[in-house]
Each structure stands twice: as C-alpha cells, then as structure tokens.
C-alpha cells in the first residue's frame, strides 16, 4: 500500500526498510530460518516460475555474454574480494575470506528482477541478466563449497574443483529433466483414467521445484541447477487448447503471481531483519571500530562494482576485436550489467552455511557479507535511474475509445426495440463511465491532473453534503448507504498516477476512517428507517443529489480562475447532465445498480457486441493482433466477473424481505 500511494518508492527498499525495524522490533529474536530451508522453500520456488517465464530463445542467442558471465567472472571476483578482504582483516584464513567472495560474487536474480521492473533495459540486457541471475548461483555455491572445503581440510584441487562443477550442474539438470517427465507421466495416465482436476494438477506444480532442490541437495548435485531446468521444460512443452489446460493455466497464473508477491515480499523483509540482526551486535561490540566497519563494508562494495566492471570492459574489448566492431558502441551495456548486478538474500543465505570455526571470525563474515549485499542492492537503486530509461507507457486510446462508442451506438439501437429499457440504460452508463477515464488518460498530464484533483473536490463536497443529510435526519441509512457507495465508486475512478500521493493519501484515510465510524454509529440498520419503500429512497436520493449539485456547481465557478475553463466548463456540463437525468428518475437508476446489479443480459449483449466490433477493427487493420489480443482478454476478465460475482448484499436482501 506504502508503494501505490507514494510509487517513486521502490517497493523492495519499502520492505528491506519495514524489514529492518521489525528487527528493532524484535522480529530478528523469532526468526531463525536455517540457510537451506531458505533457499528450498523460498529460493527454488522464485527461481522456477522466473524460469517458466523466461525467454530461452533470448537468452541463448547472448549465451556466450551469459556464460562468461556465470563462470569466469563468479570465480574471478570469488578470488579478488577474498584476497581484498584477507588484506583488509589481518588474520582471517585465506579461504574463508574466499568463502566471503563466492558468497557476494553471484548476481541475484530476485534482486535483478525487483530493480529491471522500474527500468527500461534494452532486450538483450535483460536476456544477459536473466540468464545469469538464474544460473550463476550455481556456481557461486559452487566456488563457496571449494573455498569450505579448503578452509576445513587445508587442501585444494583444481583439477578435483573442476570435476565436481561439472558433476554438480549435469547431475542437477538430469534431476530437474527426470521430474519433469515424471509429472507429465502422471498427468499422461490421470488423463488415460479420466481422473484429472485443477487441484492436483497445482499440486504437481507446486511440488517440482520444492521436490528438485531437495533431490539434488540429497545427492550432492545442484539444486539451483535443477530447479531451473525443470521451470525452463516445464514452460516449454507442448501447449494442449483443451478447456481443462486453458481452466488450470488461469488458476496457475494467478496463484503464481501471488505466491511470487509473497516470496518476494518474504525475500525482501528477511534481507531487513537479517541486516538488523547481523549487524546491530557487531556495531555495538566494543572490540570493532565503527567507522573501521563501514570503511571496510563500502570498499568491498566498491570493490565489488569495480570487478564486475573491468571483467566487463576486458570481455567486450575482446569480444569487438574479433568482430571488427567498435568497442564505443557497448559502453552503456557495460554500465547496465555493472550496476544491475546487485547481490540479494541468496548471497546471505549462502554465507551462513559457513562453519564455525576457532581461526574464522564467524559474527564478522556475516556482517560483512549481508552489509555488502544491502548497499549493493541500493546502489542498483540509485545509480540505474542515471543510467537507464525509466518505464514509460505510451498511452493511445483513440481506437480502444471508438470501439466502446460503437457499442453505446448499437446498445441505443437494442434499446429503442424493448419496453423495459432500465437494464440497458445502466449498461449504457457503465461504458460511459469507460469511455471518460479512456479520454481523460488520452489528455495531456496537466489536464488529466487538474480534471482529478478537481474530482477530488467533488468526491470531498458529496461526502460532506451526505453526511449533514443524515445528520439532519433528511435521509435515511438506506439511503444513506446507497448514496456512500456511489461516492466510493468516483473515487474509484480517479486516477493515482495524475494526483498527488499526499492528496490521495488524504482521500484513502478519509475512506477508511469514513467506513469505520459509519459502522460503529451507525448501527440502526434494522431499526424504523428500514422500512422505507424503493421509492422514498428514489425521492431522498434525488432531493440530495440536486442539493449537493448546487454546491458543486458554485464551488467549481469559483475556481474558473484558477482552472482552465474549458474543463470547468466540462464537469459543470456533465453534472447538469447527470441532474437532468435524475429529474426523470434515470440517474436513480445507475445510482441504485451501483450497489445491487441486476442487467445481467443486457451486459452479456454488450461484451458480445464489444469482443464483434474488436474483431471488425482487427480485421480492417485499426488495431495489431497484439492489441486486439490484450483489448479480448479485457472483456473475457469482464464478462467472467459478470457471470461469477454475487452483487447481493446483505442489506439489500434484508429489505427486500421486509418490503414483500
């Protein structure tokens, strides 16, 4: 919610700061998350959905960049911030401090993935990135698993070093390829059987990547390895168009998506509270300097970037003189990868696996490495918007605005062929509504910030004028209630982006106080008003909505000089519209439907006419098969909330009974 309302926030530096002071709070004494358990249930399942989504033609058009990437560079910066931080802390084995250096040298594909969501990377980067933020653990763990080994046992084997890499990614990608032609057998015979269901086809789902890592780990192969592989097969088989497959593909991706939100949200809290928690006792210990400590966290940091970035610069200089290119031309590819490659939970996760040992300052290399990792994720954070083009969206609404015209036009035309025209006048109303917020998105910023804040006004005296109107016992809470929800329902409508984040703020605290104190005085729900006929209702309605018109009216010829006047022109026009409409009873309707629906025909008529009059426009060129594509999909998510929700409320059905 801290995100929506003030979005120049990244939502990551939202949740390692919340993060942070629920360890002050004292999260960091209940959290006791052992490293594996980590990167099984929270780890694996993050990287086997980032796995089905990625794009593996891409990805292996840049596999040589990835590759370098992946091998050569992890064990490079492995070896050179071990021998920095062996010269920094005089007395630390030399493998341990090589173990600190495969723990930071890895790219975090989750950290990557939160950054490349406010950016605009060109697609190969995000192909390289992708590439190796999913593959390059691996190998990190791998070079962590060496640097162990010669710290326990003193000895080290290159030859021996190479062997087990390799060993350790074939192993993990037949693991991943094995499980997955398992679950297909399954499926295979629950369909010979006629035994399928949407349920147990997620849970073989869920299982995989759960199930891959804990495999691998067991037989001492990859597991990040494995996780990987079986997302990229599971993503990459053969596509069924039957209803079932296109029925558990809608549940999946949703539950996908908020599994994600949550892992992710879990990822970025326990990078908080572990910095908290790892830090805090060594900057309070009276056997380390302070300022030694953060000297010696923002070398390694510096360090760090520096690495990648001269391994980058040596690797394209090679990479353009065998091609006869100019090396100019890569200079911003350099930056990008540099400053994107930020370290996440992944390299703190792998450092406390280090052992406890004498000769190994352990509080140390953990502080140092989790320190490193949070300022290195804020570094991404702060020096990518230099670098990098921010997202932007193009908005053209134009086509999107003429199609729901056509429909308003032929719904008119049904509605002059029956008696009953209530239902398709409230159809009517709604692509109305529609049709405005399309155009106010198609106006300039400027306009579109002075038409919401203006409709914030009018949100603010509504609600005023409802509130005296009960006060004063000239409405009843039936009438109350109706009326509170259609101011609910413009305030919906006004659009964050072109507002202020501390007036819509303000406007959501209102809402919430509003609701609160509504339902705790507003108890008589039950009482005498409740028997208040639909009509008194209508007649309430309309004597406050022409009283509240007044005041709107005056307010907004107040701010003629102050606003362009065409657009105070507009909304004064529209709300005189709305008024003559509600003189002859029309607008009571659309209010009511707000909160109890009832055109359930007359709105199936409308998506049929909107899904027709996409295809005759996709059809005559107006639109790409990728926007008519996105504009179905819109009126699929439409016509199912449609069919699916109950609009009843309890209210409703309460005076429903007592009316009869």
Not at 20 to 38: T, Y
Not at 129 to 156: K, R, V, Y
Not at 173 to 192: C, F, R, S
Request: charged share 20%; aromatic share 10%; proline share 3%.
């Amino acid at each position: 919610m801290i995100n929506k309302v003030f979005p120049k926030l990244a939502l990551p530096l939202v949740q390692v700061v919340l993060g942070i002071l629920l360890g002050f709070m004292g999260a960091s004494k209940l959290v006791d998350v052992s490293p594996e358990l980590f990167l099984g249930l929270i780890i694996a399942p993050l990287l086997f959905r980032e796995s089905e989504e990625a794009d593996v033609k891409h990805i292996f058009k840049h596999i040589s960049t990835i590759l370098f990437l992946i091998l050569p560079l992890v064990f490079l910066t492995s070896l050179g911030l071990g021998y920095l931080t062996h010269f920094l802390i005089v007395g630390i084995p030399l493998a341990a401090c090589f173990a600190l250096g495969a723990s930071l040298a890895p790219t975090d594909a989750i950290a990557v993935g939160a950054l490349s969501k406010n950016f605009k990377f060109p697609k190969r980067i995000t192909s390289i990135l992708q590439g190796e933020g999913l593959l390059n653990d691996a190998s990190g763990i791998i070079a962590f698993q060496i640097a162990i080994l010669a710290l326990t046992t003193g000895e080290f084997s290159l030859p021996m070093a190479t062997i087990d890499l390799v060993k350790s990614v074939i192993g993990g990608a037949l693991i991943g390829m094995v499980l997955v032609w398992i679950k297909n057998q399954i499926l295979n015979l629950l369909e010979y059987v006629d035994a399928r269901d949407i349920i147990g086809y997620l849970l073989l789902e869920f299982i995989i990547p759960l199930a891959a890592f804990l495999i691998a780990e067991v037989a001492e192969v990859s597991g990040i390895i494995a996780v990987v592989v079986a997302g990229v097969l599971q993503a990459n088989g053969l596509k069924k168009t039957t209803l079932f497959d296109a029925q558990v593909t809608k549940v999946k991706n949703t539950l996908w998506e908020m599994i994600v939100f949550i892992l992710n949200s879990v990822v970025f809290l326990f990078l908080g509270i572990e910095l908290h928690q790892l830090a805090m006792p060594l900057i309070r210990s009276p056997f380390y300097s302070n300022p030694r400590l953060i000297a010696m966290v923002l070398v390694l940091v510096v360090a760090l970037f520096t690495l990648r970035f001269i391994f980058l610069v040596i690797y394209y200089w090679f990479r353009t003189f065998n091609k006869k290119q100019k090396f100019s031309l890569y200079w911003n590819d350099i930056f990008l990868l540099t400053f994107a490659g930020s370290k996440g939970t992944v390299s703190i996760a792998t450092i406390l696996l280090i052992p406890r040992i004498d000769s190994a300052p352990y509080s140390l290399l953990i502080f140092l490495a989790a320190s490193v990792t949070g300022i290195s994720f804020l570094v991404g954070l702060t020096v990518l918007p230099l670098i990098a083009d921010k997202k932007t969206v193009k908005i053209d609404n134009l086509a999107k605005i003429s199609i729901l015209n056509d429909v308003v036009a032929q719904l008119r035309t049904d509605m002059e062929k029956v008696k009953n025209k209530e239902g398709y006048a409230i159809a009517i109303d709604n692509y109305q509504d529609r049709i405005q917020k399309l155009i106010i998105e198609q106006e300039s910023a400027s306009t579109s910030v002075d038409f919401n804040e203006l409709q914030l006004l009018i949100v603010r005296l509504e609600a005023e004028g409802l509130e005296n109107a009960y006060r004063n016992g000239e409405i009843s809470f039936p009438t109350y209630r109706i009326y509170q929800r259609y101011i609910r329902s413009i305030g919906k409508s006004i659009v964050h982006d072109f507002v202020s984040s501390l007036q819509f703020f303000s406007l959501i605290i209102f809402r919430g106080l509003h609701s609160f104190f509504s339902q705790i005085l507003h108890i008589e729900l039950f009482g005498r008003k409740s028997r208040e006929q639909r009509e008194v209702t209508r007649e309430e309605i309309t004597t406050l909505y022409f009283k509240n018109t007044e005041i709107i009216l005056q307010a907004l010829e107040n701010l003629e000089s102050v606003y362009d006047t065409q657009l105070i022109d507009f909304l004064q026009t529209e709300r005189l519209r709305a008024a003559e409409l509600v003189a002859h009873g029309g607008y009571i309707t659309r209010v009511m439907h707000r909160s109890e629906p009832n055109n359930m025909r007359q709105m199936m008529r409308a998506y049929y006419l909107e899904r027709k009059i996409i295809f005759e426009y996709e059809a005559a060129g107006q639109l790409t098969a990728r926007e008519a594509r996105l504009l179905r999909q819109n009126v699929n998510v439409l016509e199912d909330y449609s069919m699916e929700s109950n609009h009843h409320t309890l209210l409703f059905n309460f005076l429903e009974k007592r009316k009869k």
